[in-house]
């Protein structure tokens, strides 16, 4: 019995001491999990940088009012800015403006901010912004922000913190210019604003500040004092600025991993950095071209010819066959992202058909291979000019599709190649049927171009000026809303013009790169508080 006892008790110590040696090896293990589990979120952390690297090609000054530079001016709204910004959707959002109030149609009072700071130290005032202005308009500066202030004839001082601004004639949505860069008058006085050595380290109010600019490299640093310091999550510390001779060597720097992102308007992006590891962020840019409608003709004064024209042509295929399905069809000047457009249900798509019907409808008789139509005991015939520059291949191109579109619905079309002097000519005196062209689109909602005076159309209604008389003193955003919902039905009816296609933008980033990327024409750099490099 006792033998029986021990052997009994020798078991259980045995049994206790396997039991406590897997305990100790489970919590061992579990210890080691754990250490590397949090030496894998430790490593994660620590992979986390905090640097952006940006290429320049050409390089010429850091001072965006003298530069000529596309990669400049984006970098620069992160070092510099101004009264007004614009936001994704186009609308103006205030930024070292406090208030801006229009006194009269020509005269505006801009009340700043209060408390902002050059990145030196010294304080931001009025004298700042009329010393700006002062330098946009004078002709040795030069500056691509010029035409901003172009009809400004004066900038009065009232006080440390207020400036008028006086112009010569009305600009509807004057507010959209004052989007130039502010420089600092104290920093730059007594000094040659073009050619000065300060340009190379200049100060700005903005989120980043230059610190050092040799031959190869600019480098931002974080502005600790930025007035607008709301996300202290920003995690991007340093900013370096390549310079590049080339494109070429942009996008070989890109493809070895050297920098992060790339702003372009090529529509050859595979081509030239090949197809894997990296993202895009497209968006359409502000070259818009489109057909402008003699409306004066005596054939195009009908509604019902410019409707069939405009459902004959196929936008899509002319951007597939010109434009390798690179840019963006068009149907209004607005719908490059304006938060003013709003698509209405009428659409007037391609459509062969429909394009014969809507002749048939009104009268046209399809008749020996033309249309043809009796008005006032006369004949009218089908038969236009289609006027585009000869010299821009791309246009000649479209010209030609445009022209093969129109026939196959029996619509005679001749086209005109113009030498540069002679396509101004047709522009300036309107003696065209239909012309192809294109404009640089402002970012204002603004649609003088279209419906103003001398338009390129000489479409005129009574309704259409008076909408355009409004909307120039509307400020409620949802009554002006509904104004340009009517501009828009009545562009989409009458058919003064026929929008083609918006040119596109790219922005390329590699896969490294994380935080919400956005761009349009105005920024690249909208939510850069939410970037890092991982």
Known sequence: MKSNVGKYAFALIVIGLIGFAIYTLYIKEDSNINEEIQYEEKEEEEVILTDLRLPVVNFDSMNPLVSKNKNIQDISRLVYEPLVNISHDYKLQMCLAKEISK????????????????????MLTAKDVQYTIDRLKDTNVNSIYSANVKEV?????????????????????????????IMSYNYYQSEDFVNTSKNANPVGTGRFKVVSNDDSLVTLKQNQNWWNQQDETTKIETIKINKYSSMGEVYNAFKIGNIDLIHTDSVQIEE????????????????????????KNDVLADVEVRQAINYAIDKANIVSAVYNNKYYTSNFPLDFGSYMYEAGTI??????????QVLVQNGWEYKSKEWRKTKNYKTQRIKLDLVVNKDNEKRVQVAEIIKEQ??????????????????????????????????????SPDLTTYFGQ?????????????????????????????????????????VPYIMLYYNRNTVIYNNSLRGEVNANSYNIFYNIGTWYRQ
Not at 154 to 181: A, Q
């Open 153 to 181: 004839i004066g900038v009065d001082v009232i006080d440390n913190s207020t400036v008028r601004i006086n112009l010569n004639k009305v600009v509807p949505f004057f507010e959209y210019n004052l989007t130039f860069p």
């Open 347 to 356: 659409k007037a798509e391609f459509n062969k058909d429909k394009s014969k």
């Open 103 to 122: 006194i009269g149609d020509m005269s505006y009072v801009i009340k700043l901010k209060e408390n902002i700071k050059w990145q030196n130290g010294t």
């Open 406 to 443: 129109l026939e196959s619905v029996g619509i005679k079309i001749n086209i005109i190649k113009a030498t540069d002097g002679q396509y101004q000519n047709y522009l300036n005196n309107k003696n065209y049927d239909l012309i192809l062209t294109g404009v640089y689109s402002a970012y």
């Open 454 to 494: 001398d338009n390129l159309a000489n479409f005129y209604t009574i309704e259409t000026q008076d909408i355009m008389n409004e909307i120039n003193n509307i400020s409620d955003e949802k009554n002006l809303k509904e104004k340009y919902n009517k501009l828009y039905q009545i562009f989409t009816e009458q």
């Open 272 to 295: 030239n950095v090949g197809t894997l590891g990296y993202n895009t962020k497209e968006y359409k840019a502000r070259q818009l071209d489109f057909i402008a409608v003699n409306t």
